[in-house]
């Protein structure tokens, strides 16, 4: 079945970097686009990234634009979040996501991962 | 950026009784706009999109409508399983935006 599965998270001091990764399986990878949204401590959800399926497309929230960058390496069924300068604000829990359209984008994503939490404090 | 403001924040329920939740956008957003249910400690799941079509598995209790500004998630008749977040989200204009979610409890 098709499974998302978030790694990468941590405790990282304000100003530090982190690089998330999602292992997908169940499904022809480089066929769909792909997102990461986060959920912060007591939040609602909130969109930040997305990348096209062959890595050409890629958009952010301005929350994050300059200082996150959205990857995949399609050979490998693994999608990236670079995080550099994190900020308190960016403690969350970070889920992927897939479009839920193959091979083209619909900017729904079904299904999602179990998220990997990110705590940014000194 | 489109805003999307949803109502109520709590709704107190009991089984069987119908959901009627409520999403509105600060500009309209045609029919582009999904729902998805988030329970605690799970991943968040897609029940509709695009204003009223039924994502795959997602049981017929749940429907969705509007179109514009105002749309609505109805659940006819909730089961006890269905007593969770609900997030409405619009993919009419970049960034994507989620509204803050109505919580449907006991």
């Known amino acids: 079945q098709v499974q998302l599965v978030e790694s990468g998270g941590g405790l990282v001091k304000p100003g530090g970097s982190l690089r998330l990764s999602c292992a997908a399986s169940?499904?022809?990878?480089?066929?769909?686009?792909m997102g990461w949204i986060r959920q912060a401590p007591g939040r609602g959800l909130e969109w930040i990234s997305y990348i096209g399926n062959s890595g050409s497309l890629i958009n952010y929230a301005d929350s994050v634009r300059g200082r996150f960058t959205i990857s995949r390496d399609n050979a490998r069924n693994s999608l990236f979040l670079q995080m550099n300068s994190l900020r308190a604000e960016d403690t969350a829990l970070y889920y992927c996501?897939?479009?839920?359209?193959?091979?083209?984008?619909?900017?729904?994503?079904?299904?999602w991962g179990q998220g990997t939490l990110v705590t940014v404090s000194s | 950026e489109i805003v999307l403001t949803q109502s109520p924040a709590t709704l107190s329920l009991s089984p069987g009784e119908r959901a009627t939740l409520s999403c509105r956008a600060s500009?309209?957003?045609?029919?582009?706009l999904a729902w998805y249910q988030h329970k605690p400690g799970q991943a968040p799941r897609l029940l509709i999109y695009?204003?009223?079509n039924r994502a795959t598995g997602i049981p017929a209790r749940f429907s969705g409508s509007g179109s514009g500004t105002d749309f609505t998630l109805t659940v006819s008749s909730l089961e006890p399983e269905d007593f969770a977040v609900y997030y409405c989200q619009q993919r009419s204009n970049w960034p994507l935006t989620f509204g803050g979610g109505t919580k449907v409890e006991i």
């Open positions: 996501a897939r479009d839920l359209m193959g091979g083209r984008s619909s900017n729904w994503f079904d299904p």
């Open positions: 169940g499904f022809t990878f480089s066929d769909y686009y």
């Open positions: 500009q309209s957003i045609s029919s582009y």
């Open positions: 695009d204003a009223s």
